[in-house]
């Protein structure tokens, strides 16, 4: 509940301080006299658009500060508390203020912390409902009208429009990934198809890790099978001789190499240092007899065999071209140099992805399943949502049609028409639009063909009073909706606004004076000679000055005679009414 509003360098306020309490408030004064910045200066409080131009001429910002008493385990509180700001006064009173330069520089605060504008706004969910002309002019669009349908409608509506908005959400989600996958099927198909060629091709071929290098070694050796041959027999003959012949040469290196063991070991008796001389050439000896040994086998193993090398020949060419192909394919790892190795990972990444490529297909079975499901989950939720738009639209026409009738207009009927879109959207199946038929026999129109202009003030109201209502906030505030109503209706008015304040914080800027007669509290602001508002020109009136000034909305005079008869009267008849039904609170 709002206690105390400080408004400075707002249009023609220079400086107020609004005093605030339960019940019903009125705001009064005389056109021009600045009562409607004290709305302007609350929407500005509760995160409304910092407008510069409402800046006063010569001041450099226009500022607004609230007290306000919350719940210290509320939302409000809590957010507050997130924010990095405080409760005063034992945790209860949250001091909030916001500002705007001149040059359009907008600053709020929250329990002494600076904060996002937005904090603001959010907080006023909770705390504060507005309504007044603009919100009238926002209420005869279409949209806007099934919102304020489900609002009225209350938590149990709301969470229905929730949940049906959580499974539209997800139906929309598979659809559209659907969607993807099944645009994508084509380029999918294609390459799996490319993949499954080269994978064939590959596995046809059969590689094996390392065979690339062990064949170029085979394709060299057999094509210079001869040479390599020659090159083995010549030096096994230097070092053995020539082991067909039967006998060894003189000249060949083993027979050397004896020849030598001989003459050390014959004299190495006379000296160690010859003795182990002649002990690496017994070494060598055995050495050089093992490779002459070797080089015979080797020489005798070596085939020159045409066709082995053409198969070999053939084999390399076979794995060349997968190197071609696949050595340097996308999917490849990038290599300097491509080679069998290359085409082996690449097989390997191919089935992974084919796999995959695969996998996609299994997903959009899965997904098609899945967006059925979920399509029938929001074709039901949304006729869950339709019927009960529908029970709220009775119940939403039959109350404002009863404060209608007792707003002078007794023979008029509106309606919420809950009417079919062609397929279903975020907020359900339904459009609502409110109808008005203003007399017997006239058919229900939308509000804005089936109300004059004064039947419009009316009904707005009728409508407004019914979702202030549904609304659970603590505080409301009302400007001037009550414009073009007089007489009989303009007591009711009065008489409603008196009845929600019963409950709830209601803040009224209004001309009439058979609404100001309900006040449990009454400010006049009056401009001072300058044409500002300061602080003396906000005054809370005692029983003499609402007379005088209901005598003055009455008569346009304060001090005539007749006025404040009328005022007293309409005082007493209202305090007689109030005392009757309980009072504020029952």
Known sequence: MLEEVRISGLGVIDEAVLPLSPGLTVVTGETGAGKTMVVTGLGLLFGGRADPARVRPGADRASVEGRLRVDPGGNPAAAVAEAGGDLDDEGSTLIISRSVSAEGRSRAYAGGRSVPVSLLTYLADDLIAVHGQADQQQLLRPGRQREALDRFGGPELRALLAGYQRAYARHLAVAGELVQLREQAAERAREAGDLSRGLAE???????????????????????????ASAATTAHEALLGDPSSGSYQAADAVSLLGAARQALEAAAIHDPVLAQLAGRVSEAAYLVSDVATELASYAQGIDADPRRLAVVQERRAELARLVRSYGTAELAPAASVPDLAAVLRWAKLARERLAQLQGDDDKITELAAAEAELAATVAELAGQLTRARREVADRFGAEVTAELAALAMPHARLTAAVLPLREPGLHGADDVEIRLAAHPGAPPLPLQKGASGGELSRVMLAIEVVFAGADPVPTFVFDEVDAGVGGRAAVEV??????LARRAQVIVVTHLPQVAAYADAHLMVEKAGDGSVTRSGLTLLDQDGRVRELARMLAGVAESEHGQAHAGELLDAAARERAGSGGRGS
């Not at 009065?494 to 009845?499: D, K």
């Open 494 to 499: 009065g008489r409603r606004l008196a009845r």
């Open 202 to 228: 590959v596995d046809q071929a059969g590689p094996a890790e390392g065979e690339d290098i062990e064949l170029a070694a085979e394709d060299e050796r057999l094509a210079n099978a001869d040479a390599l």
